[in-house]
């Protein structure tokens, strides 16, 4: 069956753009959460979707970064007024209800170049 | 200090093999561990979930020591692809099952 989708695979911007980074997760799976993973570092916990609603943002690193689930389906990642320090893979992962023995199923990332 | 520590690497060794990786974490109260391979450029997959009684897949072996909050996994007979980092993964006891990675063990199997 279909994974995680993530679009685009690449984006490459210059420094003080907006992107949006967009996720698809796997039909049926109402948990939805973001991560960063820099060169070298395990991913890094950036936000948590139950359904529609942001059940944990604590890990947006500054109010540049935002994302939102308005149909509890797709989500979006949005970053204003991008920095170089903002280059990193964004990786999405999805987990369908349950306890946390439910592992998290990770789409290809999209890969963030800031020049 | 980090929630979740692994020894980077990498780890080089011959095909047939046995390797075996160390995870420390922090937080005591931590839920739930899995270990997951990550190729290079790639997204991370589940390798496996470590439970409290140890558990085993195939070449695969993983261990829970909540005491001393270590979790381990042993790959017995190295194969040449099984070169990847592998990551370490603890749950938070929030509610929230968001994931605490390590860095990452860098293991290169040699011909």
């Known amino acids: 069956g279909a994974g995680v989708s993530q679009t685009p695979s690449n984006k490459v911007t210059e420094k003080g753009k907006y992107v949006e980074l967009r996720c698809d997760p796997i039909?049926?799976?109402?948990?939805l959460y973001w991560y960063r993973q820099s060169l070298g570092q395990g991913p890094e916990f950036l936000i948590y979707f139950q359904g529609t609603g942001a059940a944990d943002d604590s890990g947006l690193p500054n109010d540049r970064f935002f994302a939102v689930r308005p149909e509890g389906s797709v989500s979006t990642l949005k970053i204003q007024r991008t920095e170089r320090g903002d280059s990193a893979v964004y990786l999405c992962?999805?987990?369908?209800?349950?306890?946390?023995?439910?592992?998290?199923?990770f789409g290809d990332g999209t890969r963030l170049s800031i020049l | 200090r980090k929630e979740v520590e692994q020894d980077p690497g990498p780890f080089n060794v011959p095909e047939g093999a046995t390797v075996a990786f160390n995870c420390t974490y922090s937080n005591s109260a931590s839920q739930s561990f899995f270990w997951y391979r990550q190729d290079c450029r790639k997204e991370p997959k589940l390798l496996m979930s470590v439970y409290s009684s140890g558990n085993e897949d195939g070449r695969f072996t993983a261990q829970l020591n909540r005491a001393s909050q270590y979790i381990s996994l042993l790959i017995r007979d190295s194969k040449l692809s099984d070169s990847a980092t592998y990551l370490c993964?603890?749950?938070?006891?929030?509610?929230?099952?968001?994931?605490?990675f390590g860095t990452g063990t860098r293991l290169k199997v040699l011909a």
């Open positions: 992962a999805s987990s369908p209800p349950g306890d946390s023995n439910q592992p998290q199923h």
């Open positions: 993964v603890v749950t938070t006891a929030s509610g929230t099952y968001k994931y605490i």
């Open positions: 039909s049926g799976h109402t948990a």
